[in-house]
């Protein structure tokens, strides 16, 4: 069974920095893309960045500059390292997985985790 989980989340002060790990695991063998999301209370939910199949990196524009994507293959691990935080950068942020296997696509999402910026 595929789970996905998402760790590093916390509270923090405008300007500083956090490091979110998303780990997916049940698979061997399948061809995957790990992806970053976020959804702050009241809003949809929206593209951060993520690897995909081919090693393509993808990255929201808006968060160029201060939002770095990094993948350890070996480890199934997605790391999100979020600099210069700001108020706005508070929101739930969660990790979807697309596992291309046997033929078929399939999505996992993790529980997310919490990230808060205080001004």
């Known amino acids: 069974q595929v789970q996905v989980a998402e760790s590093g989340g916390g509270s923090v002060q405008a300007g500083g920095s956090l490091r979110l790990s998303c780990v997916a695991s049940?698979?061997?063998?399948?061809?995957?893309?790990m992806y970053w999301y976020r959804q702050a209370p009241g809003k949809e939910r929206e593209f951060v960045g993520g690897?995909?199949?081919?090693?393509?990196?993808w990255n929201a524009d808006s968060l160029k500059g201060r939002f770095t994507i990094s993948q350890d293959n070996a480890k199934n691990t997605l790391y999100l390292q979020m600099n210069s935080l700001k108020p706005e950068d508070t929101a739930m942020y969660y990790c979807?997985?697309?596992?291309?296997?046997?033929?078929?696509?399939?999505?996992?999402w993790g529980q997310g985790t919490q990230v808060t910026v205080s001004s």
């Open positions: 979807k997985t697309e596992i291309y296997c046997s033929g078929s696509w399939r999505v996992y």
């Open positions: 049940g698979y061997t063998s399948c061809k995957y893309g």
């Open positions: 690897i995909d199949s081919n090693g393509r990196t």
